[in-house]
């Protein structure tokens, strides 16, 4: 049952878009961003948080987003101490289909960890990768050392994720050597192409590594297996 306070709130960004004289297919994305919230699947997080006690908020986040994080070896391998530290700098983030959530050719800053939804790695050239849905990850290999991007992401349903900076992993690194000494090796390794095995692999392994995403994008599939992203 709608409220009278989301009433008043979907009629006043009725009339925001109609004075605006926004386009249909515009308009249909922000009705369904409103649809997903009053729907309970879009939260506001920080405030939620924010009304809890610290050890409450604490304990609250390492249970929502330990998964996320057991989904990647490397953090599987290094203490809860590292990880829980990690946790407080995970930010939530909710994209609709056709969202671009990486852009090929932009600057690599941060990785992503699905929560929930299906996202597609496609190129620029029409060349779908892969589809990667709940408890992937991908655009790793940031953290390891600056990255221009390969490849697109694209939202494919709605997707909650979580993203983390690779600005943030490497302040919270600083404060645990043994980690950092591990984490050195892993960008020694990463320089050599044929350290990496196909995508997800390692999350298969006992080897302590990231997944190498999508950026050797010369493996993949031939003309006749394109397929083209529109918009």
Not at 62 to 80: H, I, T, Y
Not at 116 to 139: A, N, R
Not at 141 to 161: E, F, K, S
Not at 204 to 219: H, I, L, M, N, R
Request: overall charge neutral; hydrophobic content about 35%.
């Amino acid at each position: 049952m709608t409220s009278l306070t989301e009433l008043r709130e979907l009629e006043e960004i009725n009339g925001y878009m109609d004075y605006w004289r926004m386009p249909r297919k515009l308009k249909h994305r922000i009705q369904d961003y409103v649809d997903q919230r009053f729907a309970m699947k879009v939260f506001n997080e920080k405030q939620i948080l924010r009304s809890m006690s610290v050890a409450l908020r604490a304990e609250a986040m390492r249970f929502k987003c330990r998964k996320a994080l057991n989904a990647v070896p490397f953090f599987v391998s290094v203490g809860d101490d590292f990880t829980n530290d990690i946790i407080k700098f995970l930010k939530p983030e909710f994209y609709q289909p056709r969202d671009v959530i990486i852009r090929q050719g932009g600057q690599g800053t941060k990785m992503f960890f699905i929560d929930s939804g299906t996202v597609e790695v496609i190129t620029d050239e029409g060349y779908s990768i892969t589809k990667l849905s709940d408890s992937k990850y991908f655009g790793e290999r940031c953290l390891l050392h600056p990255v221009t991007r390969q490849a697109n992401v694209i939202a494919v349903t709605h997707c909650h994720v979580l993203s983390l900076l690779a600005a943030d992993f490497h302040a919270v690194l600083k404060r645990y050597p043994t980690v950092q000494q591990l984490f050195v090796e892993l960008q020694q390794e990463s320089l050599n192409p044929s350290a990496y095995q196909s995508y997800h692999q390692s999350s298969y392994s006992t080897k302590v590594t990231f997944a190498d995403d999508f950026y050797d994008t010369s493996q993949y599939p031939c003309q006749s297996e394109a397929r083209t992203h529109k918009g």
